[in-house]
Structures are given as structure tokens and as C-alpha cells.
């Protein structure tokens, strides 16, 4: 449970972060309403999965490889 919180907050930041991208390189409302509901969906299921599927091994994996991700997308931009 605690590595699908710490990945939900993780993904909440990068849908956002992703959400940010999408709207300085489009300017467009929609791509970037699309584009958070297509990122949230996925991440949504890799809770889902990390909740009853997935290894421990393989939950905190993803958890990491989250991390990671949302801290070099802020750092970088």
C-alpha cells in the first residue's frame, strides 16, 4: 500500500508536468484536456495493478523508475 501511495503522488506530478509540456507545445486546450486523461487512465491502472497483481518487486520498481522520472522532468524544465 505504501509503494502505490507513493507512486500516485509521483504520477499526480507528472500528469501535471506532462499536462504543462503539452500546452506550451500545442496551445491548445484540448490536446492538453486529452492529453491529461490519457496520462491519469494510465497511471490509475498502475495503481490498480500495483495493488493486486504485481510483485513487490516489481511494485516498487515502478515506483522508483516514477520517482526518477518526475524528478528529472523538474529538474530539467
Known amino acids: ?22 500546452r506550451d507545445r500545442t496551445r491548445s486546450g484540448g490536446t492538453v484536456a486529452v492529453s491529461g486523461a490519457i496520462a491519469l487512465t494510465l497511471l490509475l491502472l498502475l495503481c490498480v495493478l500495483t495493488l493486486t497483481v504485481f510483485p513487490p518487486a516489481l511494485a516498487w520498481g515502478a515506483v522508483v523508475v516514477t520517482g526518477t522520472t518526475v524528478t528529472v522532468m523538474l529538474v530539467a524544465g
Not at 502505490?4 to 504543462?20: D, H, K, P, S
Request: aromatic share 0%; charged share 5%.
Open 1 to 22: 500500500m505504501l509503494a502505490t501511495a507513493l507512486l500516485g503522488a509521483a504520477g499526480l506530478v507528472l500528469v501535471l508536468v506532462t499536462m504543462a509540456k503539452v
